[in-house]
C-alpha cells in the first residue's frame, strides 16, 4: 500500500500551512487517508484527504455537521482549521478515557442533542457524506418513508450491493421496507450524527465527550443508539445504554429494533468495501422472516 503521508504534507503546505514539518499516520479511519501533522512551532493538527475525492463539497459538509453538533445540539467538536475540497484541518482531540462516567456524560450529552432538536421533517437542507458515498437528505414529511426511500432502498443500486444481495434479497428488503410501521415505533425527527460508532468518539482536552466524521441529518435518533450498540462499544460503555434509555424515555423494546435500523449502515459498508466485515450476513440474516410473504 503506497506511503500517502507525502501528500497529505503536500496538501497542508498548498493550503496555506507552510509551517507543517512532518505528519505520522493516524488510525480509526476506513474511507479517508488520515494523519497528525506537526508544525514548526511544536504544535499539531489532524489532518485528512482522500487520494480519489468523492465530491468537491465531502469536507464542506463534514466541517458544517461538526458545526451542527456543536451550535444545535451542544455536543463537543473539534475547531475546524482548514475545509477544502482537498483536504480537511483539525483541532487535535484526545483518545476517550477507559471508564464508566465517560460513558455515562456521553449519555447526557447524546440524550441532550437527540431531546432538543426535534424537527417537523426528515432530511437535511443538502446532501453530505457517509464515507465515500453520497447520503442523500432529501426532504419527507413521513419518517418511515424517508428511512425507507433514502436510507435502506437507496443503497441497492450500489455495485458491491448488487453483488452481494440476491433477487430474494432484494424483495425481502423492499418487504421490509412496507412493514416498518408495524416494525419501529412512529418518532419524531431530531439532528442525529448519523455515523456514530466507538471508533468517532474522543474527548476534549478536559475529558469531556467530542464526536468526529458526522454524517448528520434530522432522522429518528435510534439511528445513533443502534451504530453504537451493534458495533462491539467497549465494557466499560455498558452503562451508557441504560442510562440514555432513562433519560430519553426509550421503552423495553428498543434492544429488538437494532437490527433493523441497523441496516442502513450494514448496506453502507457493502457498498464501500470489498471486506464488508461480515455485514452482508447480518442483512441477510435480518432479512430472513421478510424472504416469503406470510
Given amino acids: 500500500m503506497p506511503d500517502l503521508m507525502p501528500l497529505l504534507l503536500e496538501r497542508l503546505r498548498a493550503a496555506g500551512i507552510t509551517d507543517a514539518v512532518d505528519v505520522e499516520p493516524a488510525t480509526g479511519g476506513l474511507a479517508a487517508t488520515a494523519g497528525l501533522a506537526r508544525r514548526g512551532d511544536g504544535s499539531t493538527v489532524f489532518v ?72 417537523p421533517r426528515f432530511g437535511w437542507h443538502r446532501d453530505n457524506w457517509l464515507g465515500r458515498r453520497r447520503q442523500v437528505n432529501t426532504w419527507e414529511d413521513d419518517g418511515f418513508e424517508f428511512f425507507a426511500r433514502h436510507r435502506l432502498l437507496r443503497w441497492l443500486d450500489e455495485p458491491r450491493v448488487e453483488a452481494a444481495l440476491d433477487p430474494a434479497d432484494r424483495a425481502a428488503l423492499e418487504r421490509l421496507c412496507s412493514r416498518l410501521p408495524d416494525l419501529l415505533p412512529d418518532r419524531p425527527a431530531c439532528l442525529a450524527h448519523g455515523d456514530l460508532w466507538a471508533q468517532n468518539v474522543l474527548a476534549t482536552a478536559d475529558g469531556r465527550p467530542a ?62 468495501f470489498d471486506d464488508d466485515w461480515g455485514a452482508a450476513e447480518l442483512v441477510r440474516a435480518t432479512l430472513a422472516p421478510f424472504r416469503q410473504r406470510s
Fill in 211 to 272: 464526536l468526529i466524521d458526522p454524517a448528520v441529518s434530522y432522522t429518528w435518533a435510534e439511528v445513533d443508539l443502534a451504530h453504537l450498540w451493534t458495533t462491539a462499544p467497549p465494557p466499560e460503555a455498558r452503562t451508557f445504554f441504560d442510562l440514555y434509555a432513562e433519560l430519553t424515555g426509550l421503552d423495553d423494546g428498543w434492544r429488538e429494533r437494532m437490527p433493523v435500523v441497523q441496516l442502513r449502515q450494514h448496506l453502507a459498508v457493502i457498498a464501500q
Fill in 48 to 119: 485528512k484527504a482522500f487520494d480519489d475525492a468523492p465530491s468537491d463539497d465531502a469536507f464542506a459538509a463534514e466541517a458544517e455537521g461538526l458545526a451542527a453538533l456543536r451550535t444545535l445540539g451542544g455536543i463537543a467538536t473539534p475547531e475546524v482549521v482548514v475545509a477544502s475540497p482537498e483536504l480537511l484541518v483539525l483541532e487535535v482531540l484526545h483518545p476517550r478515557p477507559r471508564d464508566e462516567t465517560f460513558w455515562e456524560q456521553l449519555a447526557h450529552v447524546l440524550a441532550h442533542l437527540h431531546t432538543t432538536t426535534t424537527h
